[in-house]
């Protein structure tokens, strides 16, 4: 979780587009960095027409630039400022180079965590003082799999295709391996 938060240093433009206690909306963001990456403006002046200060506007073009040499899957921040409690709201960056199937998964899987713990993996596991990060990764990849896989709907796709494994993850947008597990959690492989 970040310890420092991005302050609106003038009002908001936007409020119903920008969580609770976030200076910038998602497009705000955005709209930050990419004349920073793409025509060269300096932070300070993309900080100043943003109304932010430079430090916000430093981190929101480095998350900006990670787009596709982003190294993970994906990655989970909250979109408000933790001395305010709990984030309301959280943001899922996925790494673009992935197949599509991979990133359908990852978000579903990343959704898990904050739907199911909260947090994403690294925050919850460390508001609990670590371990069980195995059970945790099961409980969201059981969690990503029923999202973009629920049962009736699998069901009644290999009663209408058979167990043709390619036919189905194309029906439901996975890789094999997530629909041959799926296939197997239901006892039906």
């Not at 199911?116 to 993996?121: D, E, F, R, V, Y």
């Amino acid at each position: 979780m970040e310890a420092e938060s991005c302050q609106a240093i003038s009002p908001r433009r936007d409020p119903d587009e920008a969580s609770r206690n976030a200076a910038l909306s998602w497009s705000g963001r955005r709209r930050l960095a990419e004349p920073v990456v793409g025509e060269g403006w300096t932070l300070a002046a993309a900080a100043a027409a943003a109304g932010v200060s430079v430090r916000c506007a430093r981190k929101w073009v480095g998350r900006y630039r990670l787009g596709p040499n982003m190294r993970e899957d994906a990655l989970v921040v909250p979109m408000t400022d933790p001395r305010y409690g709990p984030p309301g709201a959280w943001m899922v960056y996925y790494n673009p180079s992935k197949s599509e199937a991979r990133r359908r998964f990852t978000l579903a899987h990343e959704i898990g965590h904050v739907v199911l713990h909260g947090a994403p993996h690294d925050v919850a596991a460390a508001a609990r003082g670590g371990g069980g990060r195995k059970q945790r990764e099961r409980e969201v990849d059981r969690f990503a799999a029923a999202l973009l896989m629920p049962e009736r709907f699998i069901g009644e796709a290999v009663q209408q295709y058979g167990l043709d494994v390619e036919q189905l993850r194309g029906l439901f947008l996975v890789n094999r391996q997530a629909m041959e597990i799926r296939l197997r959690e239901l006892g039906l492989a």
